[in-house]
């Protein structure tokens, strides 16, 4: 006679059992810190591309966020807005002005660590082009062009010799066709936070850099406290030296799953 009871218990059981490994991935995937990338001027998230993979490579889950450029706020509220989606702890990435980003989102609870790619560092009440006030210019900087509505970007020229002169050709003209413009008025909105205080950081300091003073990143590197790695780039390390970044950001992804 056919029993209906047992009929569903079986399949109640056999349900949790079919859960139980997604159950299991889960938690798993809230145990292992998520990299959360935060691009810089000049770029959007598929400067990261040569990264990435090499990151997910390692079961690490990567995702890069899309800034409009168009004010300090903005940026932080898309951070924070991929901070939020991540299943568990976060290490949080920022390159160039994407350290400004990351100064003021990092202060999300979920995050554990933070690392700085030839990146700014402000300290809280400081604005971007307040951090570099004591040293020169770099080169590139003097190339920046604005358009009619006060965005700024590099003709593609400048970018091949003063952004990214340490990649082929070809992929410089792909990145001056994809970069990101950014809102002049953005280097002057102060921090009202800096999340490196309060947590570890990594710092990538870029020796042939000609967007930002390579000893204004060390400057930087050392007041903040971070363990730093110089990589013989450009401002660009994630497009010449993938390997190098993607193990930095590894260490410290490690670093913040031994803690856990």
Same mark, same amino acid.
């Given at each position: 006679?056919?029993?209906?009871?047992?009929?569903?218990?079986?399949?109640?059981?056999?349900?949790?059992?079919?859960?139980?490994?997604?159950?299991?991935?889960?938690?798993?995937?809230?145990?292992?810190?998520?990299?959360?990338?935060?691009?810089? @001027?000049? *770029?959007?998230? #598929? &400067?990261? %591309?040569?990264?990435? /993979?090499?990151? =997910? $490579?390692?079961?690490?889950?990567?995702?890069?966020?899309?800034?409009?450029?168009?004010?300090?706020?903005?940026?932080?509220?898309?951070?924070?807005?991929?901070?939020?989606?991540?299943?568990?702890?976060?290490?949080?990435?920022?390159?160039?002005?994407?350290?400004?980003?990351?100064?003021?989102?990092?202060?999300?609870?979920?995050?554990?660590?933070?690392?700085?790619?030839?990146?700014?560092?402000?300290?809280?009440?400081?604005?971007?082009?307040?951090?570099?006030?004591?040293?020169?210019?770099?080169?590139?900087?003097?190339?920046?062009?604005?358009?009619?509505?006060?965005?700024?970007?590099?003709? @593609?020229? *400048?970018?091949? #010799? &003063?952004? %990214?002169?340490?990649? /082929?050709?070809? =992929? $410089?003209?792909?990145?001056?066709?994809?970069?990101?413009?950014?809102?002049?008025?953005?280097?002057?909105?102060?921090?009202?936070?800096?999340?490196?205080?309060?947590?570890?950081?990594?710092?990538?300091?870029?020796?042939?850099?000609?967007?930002?003073?390579?000893?204004?990143?060390?400057?930087?590197?050392?007041?903040?406290?971070?363990?730093?790695?110089?990589?013989?780039?450009?401002?660009?390390?994630?497009?010449?030296?993938?390997?190098?970044?993607?193990?930095?950001?590894?260490?410290?992804?490690?670093?913040?799953?031994?803690?856990?």
């Amino acid at each position: 006679m056919f029993n209906r009871k047992a009929v569903s218990i079986a399949a109640l059981a056999l349900g949790m059992a079919a859960s139980a490994p997604l159950l299991a991935a889960t938690a798993a995937d809230a145990d292992q810190p998520s990299v959360v990338i935060v691009h810089g @001027a000049f *770029a959007d998230g #598929s &400067d990261w %591309a040569k990264v990435i /993979p090499l990151l =997910q $490579a390692k079961g690490v889950k990567v995702q890069a966020v899309q800034n409009g450029l168009n004010s300090l706020a903005d940026d932080v509220a898309a951070t924070r807005r991929a901070i939020g989606n991540q299943p568990g702890k976060v290490v949080l990435v920022g390159h160039s002005w994407g350290g400004t980003v990351i100064t003021e989102a990092g202060a999300d609870s979920k995050v554990a660590g933070l690392v700085y790619v030839a990146a700014f560092a402000p300290d809280v009440g400081q604005s971007t082009e307040e951090v570099g006030k004591d040293y020169a210019p770099a080169p590139g900087i003097s190339k920046l062009v604005a358009d009619a509505n006060g965005y700024l970007s590099l003709p @593609a020229e *400048a970018l091949a #010799s &003063d952004f %990214a002169q340490d990649v /082929p050709a070809a =992929q $410089a003209r792909v990145m001056a066709a994809t970069q990101g413009p950014i809102k002049a008025t953005a280097f002057a909105e102060r921090t009202t936070v800096a999340a490196w205080q309060s947590r570890p950081s990594w710092f990538i300091v870029s020796a042939h850099d000609r967007m930002i003073q390579p000893d204004l990143e060390r400057a930087m590197a050392r007041n903040i406290g971070a363990k730093v790695t110089t990589l013989p780039t450009s401002h660009v390390p994630q497009q010449s030296r993938p390997q190098d970044v993607a193990k930095v950001i590894l260490d410290a992804v490690h670093a913040v799953e031994a803690r856990n």
